[in-house]
C-alpha cells in the first residue's frame, strides 16, 4: 500500500461536515479548497479557514459533503471530470451512492463510501469544528476500493482524530437502520403525539417523556432526505415495529402481556453496548436531591471526582413549579459502593437504586 | 375547613412510596403504622423507619400504598372496617379506585385518590427515603372529598414536601396516559426491536439510541398494571400513533412526506414545559470534547459553577474503542453566551450550537 501524504484536496459542501474536516486537514497542513452550492455557506466557511483557499496544484482527492439529495450528482461529476481523481464521500446511507455510481459505468474503485458519525444536534459551517470528529466513530465501506483510495480515507480519518470502522455498505445500511434511524422516526412520532395536548397534562411531563423525544428536535430536511434514503433497510424494521404495536393495542387489558412487552424491551435494552464499545452496559444508579442552583451540581460533581470514580452517565431532573432538582448519577457497581458512601459522608442525600 | 393536626397515620403497603412518606412523616413527630402483605418488605421497612410502629391510639388516616392490583380491595376493606376512618391512596392511576368505591355503596367523600410523581427507576422498601418527594408533583383529585380529609391530605403532602397539584380524575389519567404511560411503551416496544440484533450492528449505538430507551429499564410487574389499569385512556392515544406509523411506512420513500414526519414531531416536543412548569423551553446547547477519565467533567462543571450560570440538562456520550467523550451541556440562551467565552477563556474545546 502506497504510503503517499495527502497535500491537497477538495471539498464539496460546506456544511458542518464538509467545513469541519476542511479545518481539520488545514490545520494538519493539507491544502484544502471548499466549494459549495450556496455562496453564502461558502463565504462562511472559508472565512472560518482564515481567508482565500485557492490551490497551486491539482488535488488528489475530493471528499464530497453535500446533503443526501446532491450526493450521487457530485460524485458523478467528480468522477467524471478528472480521470486521476480518487473521490470519497461522508453521507449518512452507503447503498445509494454505491448503486448510482456502479449503475452509471463510473470506476467504482476510485470511490470511497464513508460515514463520520458526528454532528448529531448542530448545523451549519458556522458549527464546524476542526475536533469536530475526536474520538467518534468513522465507518469506512472499502471492498473493492483500490489501495492508494484506502490510504487516502486512513488519513482523513486519522487527521481528524476520528475512530475508523470497517463495515460493508449493507451492514452499515442495516446497521444505522435499527441504531440510528429506527430511534429517529419513534421519537418523532411519539413527539408528534404531543401536537394540540392540554398545557395542564403537559404540566405532569417528566423525564421520561423528555429523553424519548429529545431527537425529535433534529433537522426536518437532512432527516426526511436520510429515512428516504435508507427506506429499503428501515421498512421491515418499521413492520415489526407496527406489528408489535398492534398487539400491544389488542392485548392493553391483558396485564400478563403487557408485563412481557416491558420484559422484552427490557432484554433489547441490554443488547446496547456501554461506553467504549465493549461490554453490555451494567450500570447502578445514584439519584440525588439538591437545591436546583448553580453551584450544586459543580459541588457534587467535585465529590465524585475526590472519590476517584467515573461518572458514566448523568440526568438532571427539574420539578415544576420548585427550586429543588434530583440529579442521577451512574456509576460501575464498584464505583457506586465507593461514590456512594462517600457523598453520604459528605453530607449529600443519595437514595441508591438497582 | 378544620386545622387539626395529624397525630396517627397507618399505611398499608411498604414498598418504596409507602415506606418514603411513613420516614417524611415519622419525622415530623407523626405516629405511624406501617403494615404488608410481604412479612419480609414489612419487616424491613420497620427497620429502616428505626424499630417497632405500635399505636398508643386508633389512627385518623389510612394511606394505601400498594400496587396497583391491590389498591380497590384494601381501600373497601378500610372503609367498611371503621366508619370514622379516612383514606387515601397513592396509586398511578385514579379512575379504576373511584369507581370501584363509588359502585360497592361505599363513603366515597372519606377517599381521597392522589398520586405522587416520584420514584420512577427505583422500587422497594430499601430504596425509600423520607426526601423522597421533596419538591416532587403529587397530583390530588379532591372533588366531592369531604373537607376533614382534604385538610389531611394537604397536610401529608406538606410533611413530605410536595408540591400539591389539583386534577380532576379524569384529567390525571389522560394527563399521565399521554406523558408517561404513551412513552413507557413506545420506548419497551422501540428496545423490544433490539433483541436479537447484531452486536456488530449495536457497536454503532449513540446517545439516540440510549435516550429514547433509557426508560424501557423500567419494572414490568409495575408497569404492566398500570398500563392495563388505564388502558382506556391510552388505547385512542396508541390508535393514533398507529395511524401516523402505518401512514410513515406508506411514504417512507417520499421525503416531502418524511420531512412533515419530522415537522410535526418537533412541533409536539415545543409543548414540552421547560423546568418549573413555567414557560415552554428554550435552551443553547453547548458540546465539549473532554478526555473520558476521572476528573474531566468536575473540572468543567466546576468552570460553569465558577461563571456563576445555571446548567438546565447535561448529556455524556462515549465513543466506542475511544478515551474521548463529548459532553453536551443546555443553558438558557444568556447563560450560554456568558459561560462558552469562560469555558474558551479556560482552554476548553467549546462546540456552541443552536
Redesign the interface.
Known amino acids: 500500500m502506497e504510503q503517499k501524504s495527502l497535500t491537497h484536496v477538495r471539498i464539496v459542501g460546506a456544511g458542518l461536515i464538509g467545513t469541519s474536516i476542511a479545518l481539520a486537514l488545514r490545520a494538519a497542513g493539507v491544502n484544502v479548497w471548499l466549494s459549495d452550492s450556496d455562496p453564502r455557506s461558502e463565504a462562511l466557511a472559508r472565512d472560518l479557514m482564515g481567508g482565500d483557499n485557492l490551490f497551486d496544484s491539482v488535488e488528489e482527492l475530493c471528499i464530497v459533503a453535500t446533503p443526501p439529495?446532491a450526493l450521487s450528482d457530485v460524485i458523478a461529476t467528480e468522477l467524471k471530470r478528472n480521470p486521476a481523481l480518487r473521490v470519497m464521500d461522508t453521507g449518512s446511507i452507503k447503498s445509494k451512492p454505491v448503486l448510482d455510481v456502479s449503475t452509471s459505468e463510473l470506476p467504482a474503485p476510485r470511490f470511497a463510501p464513508t460515514h463520520p458519525?458526528a454532528g448529531?444536534?448542530?448545523s451549519g459551517p458556522e458549527?464546524a469544528?476542526g475536533?469536530?470528529f475526536?474520538?467518534?466513530?468513522w465507518?469506512l465501506c472499502l471492498e473493492g476500493v483500490e489501495p492508494e483510495l484506502v490510504a487516502m480515507v486512513e488519513e482523513v480519518v486519522s487527521l481528524c482524530g476520528a475512530?475508523p470502522?470497517r463495515?460493508t455498505v449493507a451492514?452499515h445500511d442495516?446497521?444505522?437502520a435499527?441504531?440510528?434511524h429506527?430511534?429517529?422516526?419513534?421519537?418523532?412520532?411519539?413527539?408528534?403525539?404531543?401536537?394540540?395536548?392540554?398545557?395542564?397534562?403537559?404540566?405532569?411531563?417528566?423525564?421520561?417523556?423528555?429523553?424519548?423525544?429529545?431527537?425529535?428536535?433534529?433537522?426536518?430536511?437532512l432527516?426526511?432526505?436520510i429515512?428516504?434514503g435508507n427506506?429499503q433497510a428501515?421498512?421491515p424494521?418499521?413492520?415489526?415495529?407496527?406489528s408489535?404495536?398492534?398487539q400491544?393495542?389488542q392485548s392493553?387489558?391483558?396485564?400478563?402481556?403487557?408485563?412481557?412487552?416491558?420484559?422484552?424491551?427490557?432484554?433489547?435494552?441490554a443488547?446496547?453496548?456501554?461506553?467504549?464499545?465493549?461490554k453490555a452496559r451494567n450500570y447502578t444508579?445514584l439519584?440525588i436531591?439538591i437545591d436546583?442552583?448553580?453551584?450544586q451540581?459543580?459541588?457534587i460533581?467535585?465529590s465524585?471526582?475526590k472519590a476517584?470514580?467515573?461518572?458514566?452517565?448523568?440526568?438532571?431532573e427539574?420539578?415544576?413549579?420548585?427550586?429543588?432538582?434530583?440529579i442521577?448519577l451512574a456509576f460501575s457497581p464498584e464505583d457506586s459502593v465507593i461514590v456512594a458512601a462517600h457523598l453520604e459522608k459528605e453530607g449529600w442525600?443519595v437514595?441508591?437504586?438497582?
Open positions: 439529495d458519525m448529531r444536534e448542530i458549527s469544528r475536533d469536530l475526536q474520538g467518534r466513530p465507518i475512530n470502522i463495515r451492514e442495516r446497521a444505522v435499527l441504531v440510528s429506527l430511534p429517529q422516526i419513534v421519537a418523532s412520532l411519539l413527539a408528534a403525539q404531543l401536537q394540540g395536548a392540554d398545557p395542564l397534562d403537559m404540566e405532569l411531563s417528566g423525564a421520561g417523556l423528555r429523553d424519548t423525544t429529545r431527537i425529535a428536535d433534529s433537522d426536518p430536511q432527516w426526511s432526505q429515512i428516504a427506506s428501515l421498512r424494521l418499521l413492520i415489526n415495529l407496527q408489535d404495536l398492534s400491544a393495542i392493553l387489558d391483558h396485564p400478563v402481556s403487557m408485563q412481557s412487552l416491558v420484559e422484552n424491551g427490557r432484554r433489547g435494552r443488547a446496547i453496548p456501554g461506553k467504549h464499545g465493549g444508579y439519584a436531591v436546583d442552583k448553580p453551584g451540581l459543580a459541588a460533581i467535585e465524585c471526582a476517584q470514580v467515573n461518572i458514566e452517565d448523568l440526568a438532571i427539574h420539578t415544576p413549579g420548585q427550586e429543588t432538582g434530583l442521577t442525600k437514595h441508591p437504586s438497582r
